[in-house]
């Protein structure tokens, strides 16, 4: 089972190489980059070139670890107790399972995605330690040991917004995505538009690198933005000459809405734009 990549994914060799080395180790996959990269897109691509299931747990600033095993409604048996309903005596019903549980319990070799584990409260890696390193945990409700029939490809994604605790990451493997490279993003856009003007391409690739090296911009565009950007230039048919100019001071670019998400950013290309237009004329 090696992992190469697929037709709709570019995956750079250090990435495969990072793939290949957490699923022969079986150890989770932690990876990092910036917003964009293609992080949470991984997991399901590993997931279609190997034909396994995914199982996606996205992760929330309210997440609790429990959550992933399984959760006891008490609140429901109280309810139907005061009902009479005969499910009351059977604790089970009341038991929801988790995405580690389904993980563990499927009878084929799931990829496991934990999305973005860096928004929960910081013990949440923590209290997830000893599940990743067993396999397996317990029920007290039930008394019943739930165990991993095989190890979980496991992926696990960080925007970097904290720090993990080093126990955790002594678990992992850790792989961080560089932002593609202009050759890099080349084979990203060919595999999303085979059809497009390579003219085209080369002159938006160019405001695209100017516009990520502006200082003081806030959000920088990502791979996936630079991909609307393409798409709306093409459906609507954007003169190459309106894309002419590579210095991103001398003017906003067209459709800049699909590239700068933020106002400080717009107003930053508005004020860049009017002083190359007053130097102009000076």
């Known amino acids: 089972m090696r992992f190469e990549g697929t037709q709709s994914y570019?995956?750079?060799?250090?990435?495969?190489?990072a793939v290949n080395a957490a699923v022969t180790l079986r150890?989770?996959?932690?990876?990092?980059?910036?917003?964009?990269t293609g992080k949470t897109v991984l997991a399901q691509e590993i997931a279609q070139a190997v034909d396994a299931p995914l199982i996606e747990w996205g992760v929330k600033s309210t997440t609790k670890a429990q959550q992933g095993l399984y959760e006891y409604d008490a609140v429901a048996r109280l309810r139907d107790g005061q009902l009479g309903d005969e499910r009351v005596?059977?604790?089970s019903n009341y038991i929801r399972r988790g995405k580690l549980w389904d993980a563990f319990a499927s009878e084929r070799l799931p990829v496991l995605l934990i999305d973005e584990i860096d928004k929960a409260d910081i013990e949440f890696p923590?209290?997830?330690l000893q599940e990743l390193d067993r396999m397996e945990f317990h029920v007290y409700e039930t008394g019943e040991t739930v165990r991993a029939r095989e190890r979980p490809i496991v992926v696990i994604t960080s925007n970097n917004e904290k720090d993990l605790p080093d126990a955790f990451l002594r678990r992992c493997f850790f792989h961080y995505i560089k932002f593609p490279d202009r050759e890099t993003m080349q084979s990203i856009i060919d595999v999303h538009f085979p059809d497009i003007q390579k003219l085209l391409v080369s002159r938006a690739m160019?405001?695209?690198?100017?516009?990520?090296?502006?200082?003081?911009?806030k959000k920088k565009p990502s791979t996936s933005e630079l991909l609307d950007w393409l798409k709306l230039l093409m459906h609507e048919d954007m003169p190459l000459d309106v894309l002419q100019s590579q210095d991103?001071?001398?003017?906003i670019p067209p459709l800049h809405g699909a590239l700068l998400k933020n106002e400080q950013d717009v107003m930053l290309f508005e004020r860049l734009a009017f002083m190359s237009r007053r130097q102009g004329k000076g």
């Not at 570019?10 to 190489?17: N, S």
């Not at 150890?27 to 964009?36: D, N």
Request: aromatic share 4%.
């Open 10 to 17: 570019v995956a750079t060799d250090d990435l495969k190489v």
């Open 248 to 251: 991103p001071g001398k003017a």
């Open 126 to 128: 923590n209290d997830l």
């Open 206 to 217: 160019d405001i695209f690198y100017d516009i990520r090296d502006v200082p003081g911009l």
């Open 89 to 91: 005596h059977d604790i």
């Open 27 to 36: 150890r989770p996959l932690l990876v990092k980059g910036e917003p964009g």
